[in-house]
């Protein structure tokens, strides 16, 4: 069972630079989620979905954006990176919205 | 809009000492209520949750946490930590009447010695 797939892993980008990065999951569940992995912050959802098609704002989402065109993909990305947006970026999924699967992580680095 | 607080940024316990992580809630609807736990360079692995019934909801690898609403907390408990136990901690709580999304507490880093 893959679960949550998260890629990539690593990345390092530079300032101004862009990048998606990839959320999928084979479970079928409806609803999926972004957060931000910060010290002292806890994780930060940025944005969510709660079907194919549907997107909406979490609470730190400026610098963000998503999409959900396949039910089981969900992407988010960066149009133009800042230092700010370092952090581990985490997407989950959830069949009712309670019980969350998570991916691994992505751990990114902007300089 | 739904809040949690986890009051200690690190818990210290010896192996074989009971212990508990502590959170508190606040929500305007009646507590969904969750525990992780994440190792080091992983995601969030579910412990246990509380939507209903009864106040201690037992978990995964021998967590329970009990629920009290007149104190708003959900504090995570177990009888004899285990040196494997030592991981960051996070509560979370979604407002039951609300939005399905999770809103977590900064994590508790518990941390077992021998």
């Known amino acids: 069972n893959a679960g949550v797939t998260q890629t990539p892993k690593f990345r390092v980008l530079k300032t101004g630079q862009s990048m998606t990065l990839l959320c999928a999951q084979d479970?079928?569940?409806?609803?999926m989620y972004w957060y931000r992995q910060d010290p002292g912050m806890g994780l930060r959802l940025i944005h969510y979905?709660?079907?194919?098609?549907?997107?909406a704002k979490g609470e730190v989402p400026d610098g963000y954006n998503v999409s959900r065109l396949k039910k089981q993909n969900f992407l988010l990305g960066l149009e133009s990176a800042a230092p700010s947006q370092t952090s581990v970026y985490f997407c989950?999924?959830?069949?009712?919205?309670?019980?969350?699967?998570f991916g691994s992580g992505t751990r990114l680095t902007v300089v | 809009a739904q809040s949690v607080a986890q009051p200690e940024d690190q818990v210290n316990v010896a192996e074989g000492n009971p212990l508990t992580v502590k959170c508190t809630y606040s929500v305007s609807g009646n507590p969904y209520l969750f525990w992780y736990v994440q190792y080091p360079n992983r995601g969030l692995q579910f412990l246990l949750k509380y939507i209903t019934g009864d106040n201690l909801v037992k978990g995964s690898y021998g967590f329970e946490a009990e629920f009290n609403k007149s104190q708003t907390s959900f504090h995570l408990k177990k009888p004899s930590a285990l040196v494997s136990d030592s991981a960051l901690y996070f509560c979370a709580v979604r407002d039951g009447a609300g939005f399905q999304k999770l809103v977590f507490g900064t994590g508790t880093r518990l941390l077992v010695s021998p």
């Open positions: 479970m079928n569940h409806e609803y």
């Open positions: 989950a999924s959830s069949p009712t919205g309670n019980g969350y699967t």
């Open positions: 979905s709660v079907g194919e098609g549907t997107t």
